[in-house]
């Protein structure tokens, strides 16, 4: 699996570059799935409008907006109620997964729930790409900043772990003053590994283990988590 991790999905011309190169053809002939799990579970989105505006591609957060060929909801909360045989040739056959932001250990228990992450190792040809949430997820931790939703049987702040690093979104954001670089690097001692603080014009594109940030803002990484 091929990864764009954004902190606002694809703001400009080279995140979208990076997009573009990562899924290895034009956008116009490429199946999408766009998953707005995460948004249910963080409080200042829920269920109803922003939901809406992600699917519709009228966020403030370019990402299904983008003119792919097809475009498709995978919810992962009804993919324990139904066949495997009804989504998962879906998702194997699609070219790049949209995953919304919202809270990040939301998601995580839904991927597990429904059985994509178990599905994410055989997605060789698969681009993920993550807004916010969606892209910490991917990591190992997210930091006890960030923990809100909690699991019924407990837990800590462990997610997927598909990438070895942990990521502070939205950094220097004027809507969210606990965003700071000073906010990150206390954010970053908390964390065991390497860790990146992105704002929303940055990205972090992983191919085949190797990692590049795609910046036209600002951004700093935390080697070893301070």
Known sequence: MRLLLTSAGVKNTSIHDALVDLLGKPIAECNALCIPTAMYGHPNVGPGAGVWRFISGRSAEPMCELGWKSLGVLELTALPSIDEEHWVPKVRETDVLLVSGGDALYLYHWMRQSGLADLMPTLSETVYVGLSAGSMVMTPRIGEDFVGWKPPAGGDDSTVGVVD????????????????????ESWAAGIPGPAYAIDDYTAIKVTDGTVEVISEGHWRLFPHGA
């Open 165 to 184: 690093f942990s990521i502070f979104p939205h950094l220097d954001h004027e809507m969210l003053p606990e965003n700071t670089m000073a906010d990150a």
